[in-house]
């Protein structure tokens, strides 16, 4: 082997090692992003007149074991980052977190906001154990709570927390 040979084997080498090291970052940063997923689940049930939402919420791996003050959270949550609505009950309703603005505006209180004495404890009027099962589980059984949120009093809080801007901003 000569000497060019050797260099050139040399730079594949290094090359490889660089493309795997590239490719296994990438992994670790995809499955850090994978880990933080929730694992509760909510299905909406109806909305009302005056814009309370009623939704049931289980987390399939706390099963028996979820309680209701982790239920009302994520069902706050879920109102706040995700859609909640279905077609079947009631209809597709955006987060009111709906862009990178509002989110991170709403980070830097989300800790104080979903501590043990935080404002999210005025969002929830109404919060039972539910024997019900959705739809979506089947047969299996779950410690499942019904909670009612109050959309239209969380969306005036941040609205007066300057997260969100007021709908009728703009006009």
């Known amino acids: 082997m000569t000497f060019c040979n050797f260099a050139n084997l040399?730079?594949?080498k290094s090359i490889?090692?660089?493309l795997n090291l590239t490719f296994l970052s990438i992994l670790?940063?995809?499955f850090s992003f994978s880990t933080q997923s929730t694992t509760y689940q909510v299905e909406c049930i109806r909305i009302e007149?005056?814009?309370d939402l009623t939704v049931n919420v289980w987390n399939p791996k706390k099963?028996?074991?979820y309680k209701l003050n982790q239920a009302q959270k994520d069902a706050l949550h879920s109102v706040l980052f995700t859609n909640v609505g279905t077609k079947n009950t009631c209809g597709s309703m955006p987060p009111l977190l709906n862009n990178p603005e509002s989110i991170q505006n709403f980070?830097?209180?989300?800790?104080t906001f979903f501590s043990n004495k935080g404002d999210w404890k005025r969002f929830t009027i109404n919060s039972i154990q539910n024997q019900a099962i959705p739809q979506e589980l089947g047969s299996?059984?779950?410690k499942i709570h019904t909670i009612t949120i109050s959309?239209?009093?969380l969306r005036k809080y941040l609205e007066e927390k300057r997260i969100i801007k007021p709908l009728n901003n703009g006009f």
């Open 151 to 153: 959309k239209s009093t």
């Open 16 to 18: 490889r090692i660089n």
């Open 107 to 111: 980070k830097m209180i989300e800790k």
């Open 49 to 51: 007149n005056n814009g």
């Open 10 to 12: 040399q730079g594949v």
């Open 63 to 65: 099963g028996k074991n």
């Open 28 to 30: 670790l940063f995809l």
């Open 140 to 142: 299996q059984k779950w």
